[in-house]
Nanobody
Framework: QVLLVESGGGSVQAGGSLRLSCKASGRIANTNFVGWFRQAPGKEREVVAGAYTTNSMTLYADSVKGRFTISRDSAAYTVSLQMNSLEPEDSGIYYC??????????????????WGQGTQVTVSS
C-alpha cells in the first residue's frame, strides 16, 4: 500500500517561513513526479511546486516563484517544500501527490495517482 504523509504545517505570521515534508512509503509505480498542491477555503485546488523523481528539474507556479523551494531526498523518500516570505494568500491545506506528468500536464490533478491527507498552513496578516 502506498502512503504519502505530509508534515510541517502550522500557523505563521506574514513574512514568516514554514517547511513542509512529504514522506512516501510503499511501492510507488508509474510515477515520475511529486507535486505540492494547496486548497484555500472556497477555492479550487492548485499546484504550487513539483519535482521530477527522474532528474533534477523542478517546477513552480508563478505565485510562489522566488519564495518557495522544493527539494528531494531520494534516500529518505522525502520531498520537502521550503516556504519563505509567506503571505495570507498562501493559507490553505497543502497536499503532496505523486504522478506521471510532463511539463505540459504537471498542473493537472488527474495526472496524480497518489495523494497525501494534507496539512494545514495558516498565514496571518
Amino acid at each position: 500500500q502506498v502512503l504519502l504523509v505530509e508534515s510541517g504545517g502550522g500557523s505563521v505570521q506574514a513574512g514568516g517561513s514554514l517547511r513542509l515534508s512529504c514522506k512516501a512509503s510503499g511501492r510507488i509505480a508509474n510515477t515520475n513526479f511529486v507535486g505540492w498542491f494547496r486548497q484555500a477555503p472556497g477555492k479550487e485546488r492548485e499546484v504550487v511546486a513539483g519535482a521530477y523523481t527522474t532528474n533534477s528539474m523542478t517546477l513552480y507556479a508563478d505565485s510562489v516563484k522566488g519564495r518557495f523551494t522544493i527539494s528531494r531526498d531520494s534516500a529518505a523518500y522525502t520531498v520537502s517544500l521550503q516556504m519563505n516570505s509567506l503571505e495570507p494568500e498562501d493559507s490553505g491545506i497543502y497536499y503532496c501527490a505523486a504522478g506521471l506528468v510532463t511539463r505540459g500536464t504537471w498542473s493537472r490533478e488527474e495526472k496524480y495517482k497518489y495523494w497525501g491527507q494534507g496539512t494545514q498552513v495558516t498565514v496571518s496578516s
